[in-house]
């Protein structure tokens, strides 16, 4: 889950699909990251830790980090919440850089549209729920598809 500072949108990422994921019985490695590296170090957001917390999701042990082209291959798949980090993951990237496993979180719920989820940084509460709504709908499809395909592989 890679967002600009790791620190609002890409935790929660983190922490919806990992309780999602774990409450599916699916032994997955979610983990997220800042394409910039302002926040390396840092737990989440206030408000993003509120909202989790509101939402029974405990982020608070998050620390921030910078997306490395290692990442992309480490993991199965690389969410961006924006095209501008999804840009900024393909150029650290450079050579690693697997089009096939990246995309924009939004793209599973609204296919082709490349929409962004909303920076809530310079806001209020209330998009910090409007994110976490999003990812909310955004991971249960993405769980949803994964248990849909594994039913046709062996
Ligand atoms: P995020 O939000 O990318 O959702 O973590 C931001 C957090 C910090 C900054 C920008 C966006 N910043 O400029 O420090």
């Known amino acids: 889950m890679v967002c600009l500072g790791n620190i609002c949108r890409s935790p929660l990422a983190e922490g919806i699909l990992q309780a999602k994921a774990q409450a599916a019985g699916l032994d997955w490695?979610?983990?997220?990251?800042?394409?910039?590296?302002?926040h390396n170090g840092e737990a989440p957001h206030k408000l993003s830790q509120k909202v989790a917390k509101l939402n029974g999701i405990d982020i608070a042990g998050q620390r921030?980090?910078?997306y490395v082209a290692t990442d992309m291959d480490a993991f199965d798949r690389i969410y961006t919440m924006d095209e501008d980090n999804y840009q900024e993951v393909k150029?650290?990237?450079?050579?690693?850089?697997?089009?096939?496993k990246t995309d924009?979180?939004?793209?599973?719920?609204?296919?082709s549209e490349n929409r962004s989820v909303p920076d809530p940084w310079y806001g209020t509460e209330p998009g910090?729920?409007?994110?976490?709504?999003?990812?909310?709908?955004?991971?249960?499809?993405?769980?949803?598809d994964y248990l849909q395909?594994?039913?046709?592989r062996q």
Do not use: M, W
């Open 29 to 38: 490695q979610v983990e997220s990251a800042g394409t910039g590296g302002y």
């Open 64 to 66: 921030g980090r910078q």
């Open 91 to 100: 150029r650290i990237s450079g050579r690693q850089f697997k089009p096939e």
């Open 104 to 111: 924009l979180i939004l793209n599973s719920i609204y296919p």
């Open 128 to 144: 910090y729920h409007e994110v976490f709504e999003l990812l909310s709908n955004a991971c249960d499809r993405i769980i949803a």
């Open 149 to 152: 395909a594994s039913k046709y």
